[in-house]
């Protein structure tokens, strides 16, 4: 892949989220987790939720996302 190609694709944010800052609903499907990863657009909205760090790369690459860890 080129670098021109790989800016092409849309940046979305890769952020660890505290299950006790998700809405119940989300909450009662965590398994026990503390902790999920969440793959957001750069506008904010929140596109998906996943297990680990790795997965949610792995998800939004396989999109045609580019992501980016936010800290």
Do not use: C, W
Request: glycine share 4%.
């Amino acid at each position: 892949m080129t670098q021109t190609q790989s800016t092409d694709r849309p940046i979305v944010y890769i952020r660890q989220v505290a299950v006790a800052d998700l809405p119940e609903e989300v909450q009662s499907r965590a398994e026990g987790r503390d902790v999920l990863y969440a793959i957001g657009r750069e506008n904010g909205e929140q596109i998906a939720l996943v297990d680990n760090r790795e997965l949610a790369f792995t998800v939004a690459r396989q999109n045609d996302l580019r992501p980016v860890s936010v800290h």
